[in-house]
């Protein structure tokens, strides 16, 4: 069974930081956090692509760049989220998700977008975890 368990969430004062991380079961294409805010429709955050890739490219939304860093333990299948000066803004539900594989020339829109499609409908998705950044 496809697990994606993520940890970390929490509540920060403005200018904090916060680390997520995620420990799947699966092998996978590419792993990234989505969030979504109330009332928001989800957005990619950030995205990396397996080591057995061969891609060593990331994504990351505009909104975070320079602010979070993902980054990936391969040894214990590990995805990481290192959130640096959180603004009330990041205020969002945050999930983990890997794609087994994604269309060809799609990374970045399932990065992006976080649609199934995009992955042939071969991703998973963990449960959430809150985060709640207050000024």
């Known amino acids: 069974q496809v697990q994606l368990v993520e940890s970390g969430g929490g509540l920060v004062q403005s200018g904090g930081s916060l680390r997520l991380s995620c420990a799947a079961s699966m092998d996978y294409y590419a792993i990234g956090w989505f969030r979504q805010a109330p009332g928001k429709t989800r957005v990619g955050v950030s995205c990396i692509p397996s080591i057995t890739s061969g891609d060593d490219s990331t994504y990351y939304a505009d909104s975070v760049k320079g602010r979070f860093t993902i980054s990936r333990d391969d040894a214990k299948n590990t995805v990481y989220l290192q959130m640096n000066s959180l603004t009330p803004e990041d205020t969002a539900v945050y999930y983990c998700?890997?794609?087994?594989?994604?269309?060809?020339?799609?990374?970045?829109?399932?990065?992006?977008?976080?649609?199934?499609?995009?992955?042939?409908?071969?991703?998973?998705w963990g449960q959430g975890t809150q985060v709640t950044v207050f000024s």
């Open positions: 998700a890997a794609a087994s594989t994604i269309r060809p020339g799609q990374k970045w829109n399932w990065c992006r977008y976080g649609e199934s499609y995009f992955a042939n409908y071969e991703d998973y």
